[in-house]
């Protein structure tokens, strides 16, 4: 691993881990005080949420930070780019936040309330000015890990000044809102003036043949993220609002696991590998086997240790009505391993190769099949079973982007 990767995934992985101190705080006192029932329609809500945020990204952090990073000496090409990922996402917002909010019409209820319909589409608005990929692409990852702690900085005061009871559950989504588009708007508007990035003419040709580059890592993007929602849609009919919030409980877990080690190196790397393969071909797989080793050991190591803890682990998150949590932790433990050899195959792998059609065909692929097991299970064996699929589908993920990428590259290399 180079200097530079450690460096910036030290950086990051630090503050991540300073960020990850709040959830600490945050995760316990909102899981108490709105209750099982509402926290989980508050973390159904974001999930939906990031979804069509997602849209909005497009994958460009993949795409556009591969670019930049090979092209970052072009001053003119970099000035371009920037302003052409702004506009894109402007006329696509134009036509995801109308559709989010004529299809969030349709689940309005008495726990889905048109006020959370509102902060959900300021929270989509907010990616608009993500401009994270460009730090990325720069390797300034450091930045990144400071907007991610401000943003949770933010939202955890915000949580504790304006929920206080059961029926402040709508503020916890508000304040994840405001708290990314305060930091996305700010570090948009800072990377301007850091690096004097002038505004150019909106060109449709350009803004067309950018979003094309990039449908491949969308599509793909769009299986994995709308798997996940299209999951909680069906989890959401299916079980009672307890079940509900027992199960983004256990999924919480993992999405805290993967964001601080998985996120933490995958940043920092994807970059870097990138502009290595350019260079030296022979260089970029030697480094990237050694992210393989280091990652999945540290993995299995994670996932023993949740496996053991896992009772302790929901009472210091959770509290006591959720103690149910603890047990279905057993089907979750090693999630973090499946997603971290994916991302290993799939995201630095056939993504730095420019194989994005193929990552594209196999999550989707995997994505219909495992969705139309779902329906089949959900009803028969509730929580158990949505959790069964879930690990079989990412470790499908695994298994196929591991196959296809050791194909691909040996023709790659002869």
Not at 19 to 26: G, K
Not at 185 to 194: G, R
């Amino acid at each position: 691993m180079s200097l530079t990767v450690f460096k910036n995934t030290f950086h990051y992985g630090a503050l991540q881990l300073l960020s990850y101190i709040m959830p600490l705080i945050l995760v316990p006192y909102v899981s108490r005080t709105v209750g099982i029932e509402r926290y989980g329609i508050t973390e159904f809500s974001l999930e939906i949420a990031l979804f069509f945020g997602a849209m909005l990204l497009f994958g460009y952090d993949f795409t556009m930070s591969r670019k930049l990073s090979q092209n970052r000496n072009d001053v003119q090409m970099v000035n371009g780019l920037f302003w052409n990922v702004f506009y894109s996402r402007l006329l696509m917002s134009s036509v995801l936040l109308p559709a989010f909010l004529i299809l969030g019409m349709f689940f309005l209820s008495e726990l889905f309330t048109a006020e959370i319909l509102l902060y959900c589409s300021l929270f989509i608005a907010s990616r608009i000015f993500s401009s994270w990929w460009f730090y990325q692409g720069l390797e300034k990852i450091k930045w990144i890990a400071w907007g991610n702690f401000a943003s949770k900085l933010i939202l955890l005061s915000m949580v504790l000044v304006m929920v206080n009871d059961q029926e402040d559950y709508p503020w916890v989504v508000f304040g994840y809102a405001a708290s990314q588009l305060t930091v996305n708007f700010l570090s948009w508007w800072i990377l301007i003036k850091m690096e004097k990035l002038r505004a150019i003419a909106l060109v449709a040709k350009d803004i067309f043949s950018l979003i094309a580059s990039s449908v491949y890592v969308f599509l793909n993007e769009f299986s994995v993220i709308g798997f996940a929602a299209l999951n909680l849609l069906l989890v959401k009919e299916y079980l009672t609002p307890r079940d509900l919030g027992i199960y983004v409980a256990a999924m919480k877990i993992v999405v805290i696991s993967h964001n601080l080690v998985i996120q933490s190196l995958s940043k920092s790397l994807f970059p870097n590998l990138a502009l290595t393969l350019k260079n030296n071909r022979e260089a970029y797989f030697s480094q990237w086997k050694k992210f393989r080793f280091y990652l999945g050991g540290f993995l299995v190591v994670l996932g023993f240790g949740i496996l053991l803890l896992r009772n302790q682990i929901v009472f210091l998150l959770f509290g006591p009505e959720y103690k149910e949590v603890g047990s279905y932790l057993v089907y979750t433990a090693f999630l973090p391993f499946f997603k971290g050899m994916t991302n290993i195959h799939g995201w630095q792998g056939l993504y730095v190769i420019e194989k994005e059609r193929t990552m594209a065909g196999i999550t989707l692929v995997i994505g219909i099949t495992t969705l139309s097991l779902l329906l089949w299970v959900l009803p028969k064996y509730g929580v158990t079973g949505v959790l069964a699929v879930r690990n079989l589908h990412e470790f499908l993920l695994m298994i196929s982007t591991a196959l296809f990428f050791n194909k691909l590259w040996k023709k790659e290399r002869f």
